[in-house]
């Protein structure tokens, strides 16, 4: 019985033995990332749903000013641009006018904010707020101050390269949600 014996490359054979390592860890870090994605995503939804499902929840900022969401945010915006014409408030919330006359009729009525006829043409109405609607304004910004305090620390020490990672991560999430709603 003759026994061969074989000349192996030991380049080539610790070569492929550090490919294989890479492409095993590799796996394995895919893997670990593809859960962690799978984590975050989860994440990100379970925020949207809440977002969604507090919409008719009611904001008490004091002073007998209680409000909706979307009201206490149409005042911010309409504080934010006095004069907005009804089509431009649409435009920014990307709903209708009819929604938006609806929703300021209503706020109207309770003291926040006031129309006015544009005198170059009678059809535009532009909306400036109230006193009252100043007020609710002011109490909106602060409580965002007072609330929102710990996130604005959060992005401030964050490095460059990981707040550039955030903003890209909420471009792509408002291409998904302009998708999906």
Known sequence: MSTRCYDIDH???YN?????????????????????????????MR???TIANSKMKQLDFGDGIVLY????????????????FISEIA???????????KSVLKIEKSGYVRKVVDPLDKKRVQVYLTERGEAAYQAHNAFHLEK???????????????LEAVSVF??????????HF
């Open 47 to 49: 925020l949207i749903e």
């Open 11 to 13: 380049d080539l054979f």
């Open 148 to 162: 929102d305090d710990y996130i604005f620390a959060h992005l401030e020490g964050l490095s460059a390269k990981e």
């Open 170 to 179: 909420l471009d792509k999430a408002q291409q998904m949600i302009d998708h």
């Open 16 to 44: 492929l033995a550090a490919v294989t390592v890479v492409i095993v860890t590799e796996f394995r870090y895919n893997k670990v990332m593809k859960k962690k994605s799978y984590a975050t995503m989860s994440k990100f």
């Open 69 to 84: 969401r979307g009201e206490i945010h149409m005042i911010r915006a309409i504080g934010d641009h006095p004069g907005m």
């Open 91 to 101: 435009r920014y919330f990307g709903v209708t006018r009819a929604v938006v006359s």
